[in-house]
Every structure is written in structure tokens, then in C-alpha cells.
């Protein structure tokens, strides 16, 4: 065999463990913050990553495999110097539709106006233009509605080929080259991942991340297919974004390892009164079903002019949290704004204010999450009942694949949840799961090592002190995925640290 590669390498040397590294956040829902032309540089991600960010959004849709990569060796790096895992997703654009050029660069359609679409490649005026999208002239029929600039303009079908659409506009306005279609009413029968995601996927596995979010899921089947690529070297998240995913949505979160609440393009199709309820139900949904879940878009979308929120913002974000979602998301606030230090730290100032409220821990056990009939989830449920029994400074658990830390998140403890692994790939994919602060570390051999390294790291993390309780969990045999069947109770008593100065 040849020598081990460097991914290879990073991939199973656990990190240094020092005394001044790892603080958790003071709060349990995490902030996802996108990269962009505003945020790339190596010190601009230092700045975020301090002023809150547990993650860090590359969007697919803009810039060059060059900036990605560039923009990722600098989270590793930062994740180096902090001995700290940092997750990464990469977000795939996903099957863009849109119409063709016009000849004067743009046209206004009036209300009332008829207007056709054809695939012909002649450059459009105020009564026709290209649509160079087979699948959506096989799927339309009449009365269903086409979309034009995030809802903007709206034409109504009247008749349908596969060479011809005619429509009459019941929105007017302005239509100019290229701008997008959204197709609400209809499943248009289009693969998930383009030949551009396809690139863009092998790309982001090449460099190590740890999530790949797939953008426009239709139907389970478009999530099955991205499994299959990704071929468990990441965690897939699924965007719910359109309609027609709504209506298969247990399926696809079954078969997601995470959810995203994608509002932009769900509130184009839907009416925005429709969005709210939504939302409640994917989270719900995604809580019910183990699935960590991320409420994203327009979250702070003032800030990316303005130094503070409107008051509206705020309260949208703070519902999110008070729903019980385990990410709320920055979208252009940090990637293109001019204050996305700032849009970070209102992120952050705003989930502490929200987890202090005491109506707080009501409100995300306003629906009740019923354990599955398995042993690993009666011990979670049980886990989170002692914490709160013997008021216990932090849950612990050991975990390779990451399932027993997901179990845990998904009960929302009262507590802290610390995740030891041996797999920096788990530690980096907790980044995005409530309450979860992951430590990258050797995997232990029997009860008793479990129960000293369990001490010596909650007090290196500062979730518990001397005197304090700790609730543990872990499976036995060690290193054995899906065995979670050990629950135990210890009492730190700050002397755990004697003679170990580090620890990997």
C-alpha cells in the first residue's frame, strides 16, 4: 500500500485538545452563515466564526470552483487553529428555468396581454420568446400558472404543445433576458442535479465537505439519486422549495439526513400567507422524524444595507427558534452585505435572548416528540428526563456515526449535549444539529475509560464543574455503530484533569 493521502490523514488523526479551546456557544440553536464576495477572505471568516457562525454556506449558484476552494482551506485552516470542527455545506443551484434573450433587451407586458412561448431561438419582442425547456412544455396544462421573476410577472396557460404555450398575463410588468420561471402547479419532470451540480457535487466532495444541500426536491426519488452520487462521503440535506415536495414531505425527510425550509422560492409559489403554516409543518416534521432542520432566506434581508433589523426580522427569526429549529440561516446578509460581521452577531445576540426567556423550553416542547420503539431512542428520552431530574450540567455521549447524538438533539434537552468521536467527519457533521458541541478524539475501549475521558473532557469544555452531574451515553461494544445501549450518571469532582495536560 502507498502512503496515506493527506485527506485520508486529517480525516482519522483526531485534533489536539487544549484547555483554552472549545467553549460552547451560550446558546443550542446554530447559525449558518453563507460565503460570498462580502465574506470570503480568510479574515472575514475568522470575524464570523467569532461573531457566531457554527457554519459556513458555499452557494453553488455563484463563483468559481477557485473561490470555493479557496474559501474552504481558510475554515480549515481556522478549524486547525481553534481545535475546533467547523462544518461546511455546500449548496447545489440545482435546475434553474428561465426564458430566452428579447431583441431589445427586455419587453413590458400588460395585463390582459396575450403571450406565447415557444422553443424557437429567435430572440423574443412583446409577443413571444424562447423557453428552452423541453420538460416544461410536456408537463403544462391548461389553467396552471407560469411564474416569471420571483412572481413578478404571472401568465395563465391557456393551451399547451410540445413546441407552443399560449398564455394570457394576469401580472404585468417588465420581462427581460433570461429572467427564471417557476412552474407551481405542476411536477415538471426534471432531474435534480444538472450537468452543472453534477461538477459542482464531484468538486465539493473533492474538497471535504460535510454537507451537500440539493436544491428543488420534487419527489423522493430526485433525493435517492443524490444518495446514490454522494455515496455517504456527506450528509445530504434536502431544500423544500417547491409544492409538489410538500405533499411527499415525510418520504423526503425519511430518506434526507437533514431539511432546509427554503422560503425564497416556496413563497414564490405559494402565496406568502401559505408560508408561515409551512414552515411550522417541515419543522415539526423534521423534529418528529429525527432530521435536523434549517429555517433560511430573508431572515435579516435589511441588513444587508443597514447595520441593524427591522423589528419584523427579528420576531421572524425568533419564531424560528422558538419553533424548536435546530439552524436559522444568513443568506446575501452575509455573503454579499455590507455588514455581515454585524448580521452574524444579530443572529446570535437574538437566539441568547430567545433560549433565556424562561417560556422558552414550553414553547419547543409545545408539540411532543414520541421516542421510536428502539432502544438507542428510549435511552435519549430517558436521558433528557434525568437531566432535568437531577438537574445535570450536560448529557455525553460517544458516538461514530453521529445517529446517538441526533437521538439526544432531537428529545431538545434542557442541558448541553457534548459528542465525543473518533470520526472528524461525525464531529464536523454535528456543526448543524441543536444544541450538539462536538469534540474530535480518540474512541475509548471500555466502561471505565469512557467514564474518565467523559469527566476530563466536560471539564475541558467548561458544560460542567466540580460537583456537577453528567448524564452519559454511549454503545457497547465501543466503536460499534448503532449500539447505543449504555446510560449512566456521573459526578465530576474537579480533580479529573490531574497528570493529563492534553488529551487527543
Known amino acids: 500500500m502507498g502512503k496515506p493521502s493527506r485527506a485520508h490523514k486529517e480525516l482519522c488523526t483526531p485534533m489536539s485538545i487544549s484547555t483554552s479551546a472549545f467553549a460552547p456557544r451560550r446558546r443550542k440553536v446554530r447559525v449558518l452563515a453563507t460565503l460570498g464576495p462580502a465574506s470570503r477572505s480568510p479574515e472575514m471568516i475568522r470575524k464570523l466564526f467569532l ?57 413590458t407586458l400588460h395585463t390582459g396581454d396575450a403571450f406565447r412561448l415557444d422553443r424557437d431561438s429567435t430572440p423574443g419582442d412583446a409577443t413571444r420568446v424562447s423557453l428552452p425547456h423541453r420538460e416544461i412544455f410536456e408537463a403544462l396544462e391548461p389553467g396552471a400558472r407560469l411564474l416569471v421573476d420571483d412572481g413578478k410577472l404571472v401568465l395563465r396557460v391557456q393551451t399547451a404543445s410540445l413546441d407552443l404555450i399560449e398564455t394570457t398575463v394576469e401580472v404585468g410588468g417588465v420581462i427581460s433576458n433570461r429572467k427564471g420561471v417557476n412552474v407551481p402547479d405542476v411536477v415538471v419532470p426534471l432531474p435534480a442535479l444538472t450537468d452543472k451540480d453534477r461538477k459542482d457535487l464531484a468538486f465539493a466532495l473533492e474538497q471535504n465537505v460535510d454537507w451537500i444541500a440539493l436544491s428543488f426536491v420534487q419527489r423522493p426519488d430526485d433525493v435517492a439519486e443524490a444518495r446514490r452520487l454522494i455515496g455517504g462521503k456527506a450528509a445530504l440535506l434536502s431544500k423544500i422549495e417547491k409544492p409538489a415536495a410538500i405533499d411527499r414531505l415525510d418520504e423526503i425527510i425519511e430518506l ?24 411550522k409543518r417541515i419543522v415539526e416534521t423534521s423534529r418528529r422524524l429525527g432530521r435536523p432542520v434549517v429555517v433560511a432566506t430573508q431572515m435579516l434581508e435589511s441588513m444587508i444595507t443597514s447595520p441593524s433589523p427591522t423589528r419584523a426580522e427579528v420576531s421572524d427569526v425568533a419564531n424560528a427558534i422558538y419553533d424548536g429549529a435546530d439552524a436559522i440561516m444568513l443568506s446575501a446578509e452575509s455573503a454579499a452585505g455590507s455588514w455581515p460581521e454585524e448580521a452574524v ?48 450540567a450536560t448529557i455525553i455521549c460517544f458516538t461514530t456515526s453521529g445517529s446517538t447524538a441526533r437521538r439526544i438533539a432531537r428529545e431538545r434537552p434542557s442541558a448541553p449535549l457534548l459528542v465525543l468521536t473518533p470520526d472528524i467527519r461525525t464531529a464536523r457533521r454535528t456543526g448543524l444539529l441543536w444544541g450538539a458541541h462536538a469534540v474530535h478524539t480518540r474512541d475509548v475501549e471500555n466502561f471505565e475509560e469512557m467514564v474518565a475521558k467523559s469527566k476530563r473532557m466536560a471539564l475541558r469544555t467548561r458544560v460542567a464543574g466540580a460537583g456537577e452531574a453528567a448524564v452519559l451515553m454511549a454503545g457497547v461494544p465501543f466503536g460499534t455503530p448503532g449500539s447505543t445501549n449504555v446510560l449512566h450518571v456521573v459526578r465530576l469532582t474537579g480533580d479529573e484533569l490531574k497528570g493529563y495536560q492534553n488529551e487527543e
Open 51 to 107: 461573531a457566531g457562525a457554527d457554519a459556513f454556506r458555499v452557494n453553488m449558484s455563484h463563483g468559481a470552483h477557485e473561490d470555493h476552494a479557496q474559501s474552504i482551506a481558510a475554515i480549515r485552516q481556522l478549524e486547525k487553529e481553534l481545535n475546533r470542527p467547523t462544518t461546511i455545506l455546500a449548496d447545489l443551484q440545482g435546475p434553474k428555468l428561465r426564458v430566452g434573450t428579447f431583441a431589445d433587451g427586455s419587453v
Open 256 to 279: 434526507s439526513d437533514g431539511v432546509m425550509v427554503a422560503r425564497g422560492d416556496l413563497g414564490v409559489e405559494l402565496p406568502p400567507e401559505q408560508v408561515p403554516p409551512i414552515q
Open 345 to 392: 452577531a444579530m443572529m446570535d445576540r437574538i437566539a441568547i435572548s430567545v433560549e433565556s426567556d424562561p417560556n422558552y423550553r414550553a414553547r419547543i416542547h409545545f408539540t411532543q416528540m414520541r421516542p421510536d420503539a428502539t432502544t438507542a431512542d428510549a435511552l435519549a428520552a430517558a436521558a433528557a428526563e434525568i437531566v432535568e431530574t437531577v438537574s445535570a
